[in-house]
């Protein structure tokens, strides 16, 4: 079964969060969005929903987590190598992001993480497939 992914993100000013993403490389879907929504493309089976506050209130019972205080969740998305991760970084705090984190090599992983407009934690890693350790 192919699946896709559509991970739903609060944002407080929806047309600067449309434009950080699309400094990033990825397009926005006109198809789907409205005055509180937009859909970003990442990949041909990863979007994020962006949505203000008030939208995504009403999709659910518990309250909208202030993300430059909290953590809802971290995003994590594979990259092909360590310098695309570096630069996906570097552009990301270009946009108007923040580092999370410094970077972190375990030898046979290197990550690095950033936070969007309204710190949402993207997670940005490379695995090394001839370092990753065996299994037992």
């Known amino acids: 079964m ?17 434009e950080f993403y699309t400094k990033l490389g990825y397009t926005f879907n006109p198809q789907f969005a409205s005055e509180t929504t937009a859909c970003m493309i990442i990949s041909e089976d990863i979007y994020a929903m962006l949505g203000t506050h008030a939208m995504l209130k009403s999709l659910t019972t518990k309250e909208i987590c202030d993300t430059t205080k909290y953590t809802s969740a971290l995003i994590s998305l594979s990259c092909e190598s360590r ?13 108007g992001g923040s580092t999370a984190s ?4 375990h030898g046979f992983m290197y990550s690095h993480d950033y936070e969007d407009l309204d710190g949402n934690g993207w997670g940005l890693f490379w695995m090394d497939p001839n370092a990753v350790p065996p299994q037992s």
């Open 2 to 18: 192919a699946t896709q992914i559509f991970v739903s993100l609060p944002v407080k000013d929806l047309q600067k969060s449309i």
């Open 102 to 105: 410094e970077p972190t090599d």
């Open 83 to 95: 310098a695309q991760v570096d630069d996906f970084v570097a552009k990301a705090i270009a946009a």
